[in-house]
């Protein structure tokens, strides 16, 4: 059984269509929502989804963790995810995954989208499943020696727009551009980290060393001294 693991970005979206486009149309195309997914994310996941039932005929079927999503249970327990231990990742993507899968008998085989400039995370995703058993993963991008660039042209062949940056909204890898044009462009969201962040009892904050309080004041400030850094479910910008 084959089973792409789709993120809602560039990378996983080229996977998908290069895939079908080799005649290899995967049985099983998952996302797992985490139930704080950028609103643009779960958008771009039901356009795409149109897209592949009417071009492959097969869609995307949708995942959740049981019971709270990611942003309730972050604010019932007074806490913000962290990069040093990314639990949201593993939580709220990884396990749920790993256990909707398991209903299915015989092997498996999960596609990832991790592309030719991605050796390190590779490397890293095949030590992981030998050592927790996981079932076992390709990279169809990577060993067909597609990079950024590729994947993009990719989806602009076929007519589609790219997809944004897929994410959460209250990830701490989140540039402060980002939180700036969130800040802009879907102010409700961003209060709605904003207050996640006020609640947390540890004093932590959603932007490592920049509370979004110092980030809500210089909204307008366009500069950005930002290293792009990807999370555990990154998926591309």
């Given at each position: 059984m084959n089973i792409v693991s789709y993120g809602g970005g560039v990378n996983s979206t080229a996977m998908t269509i290069f895939l079908i486009n080799k005649s290899e149309v995967p049985d099983l195309i998952v996302f797992c929502d985490t139930g704080?997914?950028?609103?643009?994310?779960?958008?771009?996941?039901?356009?795409?989804?149109?897209?592949?039932?009417?071009?492959?005929?097969?869609?995307?079927?949708?995942?959740?963790?049981?019971?709270?999503?990611?942003?309730?249970?972050?604010?019932?327990?007074?806490?913000?995810?962290?990069?040093?231990?990314?639990?949201?990742?593993?939580?709220?993507?990884?396990?749920?995954?790993?256990?909707?899968?398991?209903?299915?008998?015989?092997?498996?085989?999960?596609?990832i989208g991790y592309d030719a400039g991605e050796d390190g995370r590779v490397t890293s995703a095949l030590s992981n499943y030998k050592k927790y058993k996981r079932p076992t993963q390709v990279f169809p991008l990577h060993e067909a020696d597609i990079d950024r660039e590729g994947c993009i042209n990719i989806i602009k062949v076929e007519g589609l727009r790219l997809p944004l940056k897929s994410g959460c909204f209250i990830c701490p890898f989140t540039k402060k551009s980002a939180f700036r044009e969130m800040k802009r462009n879907n102010p409700s969201l961003f209060q709605k980290a904003l207050d996640l962040e006020a609640n947390c009892a540890s004093g932590h904050v959603l932007r490592q060393g920049h509370p979004l309080t110092e980030i809500d004041n210089q909204c307008e400030l366009n500069f950005d001294y930002d290293t792009p850094q990807p999370c555990g479910c990154y998926d591309g910008d």
């Open positions: 704080a997914e950028l609103p643009a994310t779960l958008e771009y996941v039901n356009y795409f989804s149109t897209w592949l039932k009417d071009n492959a005929g097969i869609e995307i079927t949708t995942i959740r963790k049981d019971g709270e999503g990611l942003y309730d249970y972050c604010f019932r327990k007074r806490l913000v995810p962290m990069r040093q231990y990314r639990w949201c990742t593993s939580d709220w993507k990884i396990k749920p995954f790993d256990r909707y899968l398991k209903q299915f008998e015989g092997d498996k085989i999960v596609y």
